[in-house]
């Protein structure tokens, strides 16, 4: 048995007995994990950043990371909004973090509730306490479940000091000297871009930017994404008369689906609490080209998972059949990438070694949830969607195939083309308001003039899951209204005063969109059944009206049709 599955062994039976754990708990429980645990090994300061540094994209302030070593132990932060429900990607931050404390660091995690809510609402502010006590406990049992030492951890809830007055007399001294355009780049990656963003959004940066120095550490830590995030920490910061910190960024793990693994997005995530039956049949459907070591979602969780748990002389270990090449084990990640690029290794195998270890790790966390305190905790804050009863109007958002989950967005056409190979299809290029124009195929060859589709503004469905129509790939939807016999067919008619970008939602329905609609489950197929126009030829969900922000409604000159 590897070093680090007997130790979570140890360790699950210690925090089954007292979960949930207050702080104090915790510490005390860590203590006792440490003396359980092999004694560390004092590590040299180039032996600190090597283990500080390893599996990285990229660091930020190398030098002041050498000189702060050379001095005394670094301290460093990694915030998670509390919004969807941890998966097992949480894994890779999970074992960058083991790296940071095995290396001596001190080590904060911030549970960031009003960064969840101010990123498009979502968590509702109702259940924000209910998550970041989910959060707090599920990421508990993952640092266990890999058997880190923990005496130099804690945990700290955003609001409890971004409500201070000072805090919030810094956010009005950054709101003083950083303009829209750089607090709207910054949050580029991670927060939903349109033409006239939320006030909310454009806050986002700069609450993390202030939390470096409100948490007094030296360094942050977060996925490559937040880059721009980092940067303009690093112009504003110094200009309220605070340090420049170090950022320490991770790579973006490609999902089971080859894509980046999403809460939204049930097949490409597996959950911390999924059954073995579930991980597997999650994984049969993985995205695992043989030979492919550039989008392997498998692959990278060996990497930046697997292998930095490994004790010396561990390995990852295949089990196959003689015929099929016997046992293997790899003691080294280059090794296993070389050896699948060769396709010595078939994809099944790596799928039920995957397996193997990904139970290995979910079991302490499933036996911990097992309490009945934390399975009230866990259904008290992911409730699952209200069942409505015949006749009755659905809560907002509670419907689980309510329209909140389109993302319907005002787009301007601004180049259109007759497609290279199908004489039906126009090949429109579209502005969303969004890095790029999106291509978009539309079959309205027969139905509207070019001249009348240019410069047009129209509603496009933008998380539809991208596909190539005849060679070429469209990002999206024009939603358009159609007559019985298909005889007629024209866009929705949208506000002039509409902003391309702007989302549009149904009346009495809030919520985040999908990010991507997942086409095994025809959430589309299903909502657009009741997606229409009404008598005056208005746009409607089971009657209730598509708005823009300003609430004004879309239409058609076609009454009673079908919206597709």
């Known amino acids: 048995m590897p070093s680090w599955q007997h130790h979570q062994l140890l360790t699950t039976h210690a925090i089954a007995r007292s979960l949930p754990l207050s702080s104090q708990q915790f510490r005390e429980f860590a203590g006792e994990n440490q003396r359980i645990s092999q004694k560390m090994v004092e590590l040299t300061p180039e032996e600190k950043k090597t283990l500080i540094t390893r599996n990285l994209q990229e660091t930020l302030g190398e030098d002041k990371l050498t000189k702060v070593l050379k001095e005394r132990d670094l301290k460093i932060y990694w915030g998670t909004a509390t919004t969807g429900k941890p998966h097992v990607a949480y894994f890779v931050p999970m074992s960058k973090i083991a790296d940071f404390l095995k290396a001596g660091c001190e080590v904060t995690i911030l549970f960031a509730d009003l960064h969840a809510y101010l990123d498009n609402m979502k968590a509702p502010w109702s259940l924000l306490e209910l998550r970041t006590q989910y959060y707090e406990q599920v990421i508990k049992a ?43 780049k910054a949050g580029a990656e991670v927060v939903k871009q349109v033409e006239y963003p939320l006030l909310s959004g454009l806050l986002y940066p700069g609450l993390q930017a202030l939390d470096e120095e409100y948490l007094k550490v030296d360094a942050q830590f977060g996925g490559v994404d937040q880059r721009k995030i ?41 959950d911390l609490l999924d059954s073995p039956a579930n991980v597997k049949k999650k994984l049969k459907k993985a995205f695992c080209e043989p030979g492919n070591i550039a989008d392997n979602g498998l692959l990278s969780f060996v990497k930046h998972v697997l292998f930095s748990l490994f004790k010396e002389g561990e390995g990852f270990e295949v089990c196959r059949e003689a015929e099929h090449g016997g046992n293997v084990t790899f003691l080294k990640y280059e090794e296993l990438e070389q050896y699948y690029a060769a396709d010595k290794l078939h994809p099944g195998d790596l799928k039920a070694t995957v397996e193997k270890y990904i139970n290995r790790l979910l079991e302490p966390i499933r036996k911990i949830f097992e309490t009945p305190a934390l399975q009230k905790l866990s259904a008290a804050a992911y409730p699952p969607p209200a069942k409505v009863k015949a006749g009755a109007a659905p809560a907002a958002g509670a419907d689980e195939d309510a329209p909140h989950r389109l993302d319907i967005r005002v787009g301007k056409v601004i180049e259109v083309a007759r497609h290279p190979d199908a ?16 291509t978009i195929i539309s079959g309205l060859v027969k139905f509207v003039p070019e001249q009348e589709l240019e410069q047009r503004l129209v509603a496009v469905l933008c998380n539809l899951k991208p596909s190539k129509m005849r060679g070429i790939l469209s990002e999206g939807m024009v939603l358009c209204t159609s007559n019985a016999d298909h005889t007629i067919v024209e866009p929705i008619v949208v506000p002039e005063k509409a902003a391309a970008g702007s989302r549009l939602a149904f009346e009495g329905y809030s919520g985040t969109p999908d990010e991507q609609l997942n086409p095994k489950k025809k959430v589309w197929e299903k909502l657009s059944v009741d997606l229409k126009t009404n008598s005056e030829g208005l746009a409607v969900w089971k009657d209730n009206f598509l708005l823009t922000p300003e609430g004004e409604k879309l239409s058609s000159k076609l009454a009673n049709c079908a919206i597709k």
């Open 230 to 270: 980092f940067t303009f920490s690093e112009k504003y910061l110094p200009q309220l008369g605070y340090e420049k910190r170090i950022h320490f960024m991770n790579p973006m793990v490609p999902g089971l689906a080859g894509g980046k693994m999403s809460s939204s997005e049930e097949d490409s995530k597996i």
């Open 423 to 438: 004489d039906t299809l126009y090949v429109l290029k579209i502005d969303l308001a969004e890095a790029q124009p999106r």
């Open 142 to 184: 993952m640092l266990s479940s890999i058997g880190v030492p923990l005496e130099k951890l804690k945990f700290v809830k955003g609001s409890d000091y971004q409500l201070s007055k000072e805090y919030t007399l810094d956010v009005y001294k950054l709101s003083s000297v950083v303009t829209q355009h750089d607090a709207k």
